[in-house]
């Protein structure tokens, strides 16, 4: 996500100071700016600890259940993470996650932190702020982040640290490095850092656009004119969000040439799944899950139509060919670059997916999945709202991780209906206004306003 402005809650709220997991710091004072205006003041003093909290109004019987509750889960998390791994791969090892509240980061942070790293969180809860700011939520009831925070600790007896303020305060962002003090950071933001440590970029495939050609892992060799060179792989952002993480690739290969920084770049594929075994430990542990028109994917989208009767709706030809992997690879994929780190001065490059697919594919695969829980699945085409190639070749590398030790969950009929399945358990939470297409990309106009239009003409 993109970390822009100040922290759009109050940072103030209520997170227990009994727990193991009440470490957090706190740098702005800010009330919620549903319309990304000025950033408020600074408050006084630049870090607290604040006082127990109740329960939230998304999960009021939580605590009071919660001796009862804390033995099984525990010895769930227990199980779940096998004491070899815990010795082998954490130990200790101070990993700061920045953007660790969202959806790739939360799972990642879990992930870390119940293999025995010790885990930092830091977010400016942008991700939640959007939602408010366009009208849109997540199918999963997710707490808030100091909520689960707290319940990760009880449950796990793990501690994870929480920072809340903005990386682009520069006071705030050296500060929680000062405090922390980080062996790796794994970036999930946007903003370009300096530290004395192993930086992991969260990229997305998407940098590299549609080539005629195959699609190498970071670098291609070129001969031309007779002369030879190991260059960066061109770059063809098909948005604007994807000439951000451009520039960031850019800018950290720089870095690591200027400061000598030890970077990893993970260019990663469509995420798909909710579950890893710490997000379904407890309740208030769970994942996000979007299928709207600015955060969704097709595959989200698809189960979620299923889950309630509509649809399919295929984007243009649905000959759009992308990789793809389940969140459990990602949080494997972020561990293993923290423990296989880049050497001084090198910007490493992975590609990080395990499967392609088309968007014809998804939606065959879904209706076919949908038919076998008595689902009447339909698929239509619609006029594509985004500007891009329907029909085109791909053929992405991608074994530079797996060498390194990934075992990939691959999309196998069981997946898909665990994915449907999901979405059924949720669908009295689904919004039909934002499964249908929001934005157009050639119409003119905010996000903003094209998507309040768009829910307005579907409940007419």
């Not at 990663?268 to 909710?274: A, E, F």
């Not at 075994?277 to 994917?297: C, H, Q, S, V, W």
């Not at 992975?350 to 008595?374: C, D, H, I, R």
């Not at 999901?422 to 003119?444: C, E, G, N, S, T």
Request: contains cysteine; charged residues 20%; aromatic residues 8%.
């Amino acid at each position: 996500m993109l970390f822009l402005g100040t922290p759009p809650y109050p940072t103030n709220v209520p997170v227990s100071s009994g727990c193991p997991s009440a470490k957090v710091s706190e740098r702005s004072s800010a009330k919620p700016m549903l319309n990304g205006a000025a950033a408020a003041a600074r408050p006084s003093s630049r870090s607290s600890i604040v006082p127990e909290a109740k329960p939230s109004a998304a999960f009021p019987q939580r605590q009071s259940k919660q001796v009862r509750g804390n033995i099984a889960t525990r010895a769930a998390v227990v199980d779940a993470v096998r004491p070899a791994d815990s010795a082998t791969h954490g130990a200790g090892r101070k990993v700061m996650i920045i953007g660790g509240d969202g959806y790739c980061g939360w799972a990642t942070a879990l992930h870390l932190s119940a293999r025995g790293y010790e885990v930092c969180i830091v977010d400016n809860l942008a991700r939640r702020n959007y939602d408010l700011q366009l009208g849109m939520d997540t199918l999963t009831p997710i707490a808030s982040c100091q909520d689960r925070v707290r319940r990760w600790g009880e449950i796990s007896s793990k501690n994870i640290t929480l920072e809340i303020g903005d990386i682009c305060d520069w006071d705030f962002l050296s500060e929680a490095f000062t405090r922390f003090d980080p062996e790796t950071v794994v970036h999930f933001g946007e903003q370009e850092l300096k530290p004395d440590c192993h930086l992991v970029k969260l990229g997305t495939m998407g940098e590299y656009g549609t080539p005629n050609i195959d699609i190498e892992e970071g670098y291609i060799t070129i001969e031309h004119n007779g002369r030879k060179d190991t260059l960066p792989y061109p770059k063809q952002g098909g948005s604007f969000y994807h000439l951000s993480k451009i520039h960031d690739s850019h800018n950290i290969h720089f870095a690591t040439k200027a400061w000598k920084i030890a970077a990893t770049d993970l260019n990663q594929g469509v995420v798909y799944g909710v579950r890893t075994k710490e997000t379904m430990a407890d309740p208030m542990l769970i994942n996000r899950l979007d299928y709207d028109g600015i955060f969704g994917t097709a595959l989200n989208r698809f189960v979620i139509q299923a889950a309630v009767g509509h649809p399919l709706t295929v984007y243009g030809k649905g000959g759009q060919t992308r990789g793809y992997l389940d969140i459990r690879d990602t949080v494997q994929c972020v561990q293993l670059a923290i423990d296989n780190p880049a050497n001084k001065g090198e910007m490493r490059v992975y590609n990080q997916f395990t499967q392609q697919f088309s968007v014809n594919q998804l939606a065959q695969m879904v209706t076919s999945e949908g038919s076998k829980l008595g689902l009447n699945v339909q698929q239509i085409n619609v006029p594509n709202p985004r500007v891009e190639a329907e029909e085109h070749y791909y053929n992405a590398k991608h074994s530079k991780l797996e060498s390194l030790g990934l075992q990939p969950h691959l999309m196998e009929d069981s997946m898909m209906d665990s994915l449907l399945q999901f979405a059924i358990q949720y669908k009295d939470r689904v919004r039909m206004d934002l499964i249908k297409p929001a934005v157009d990309w050639r119409a003119l106009g905010s996000t903003k306003s094209n998507i309040t239009k768009a829910a307005v003409a579907s409940n007419n």
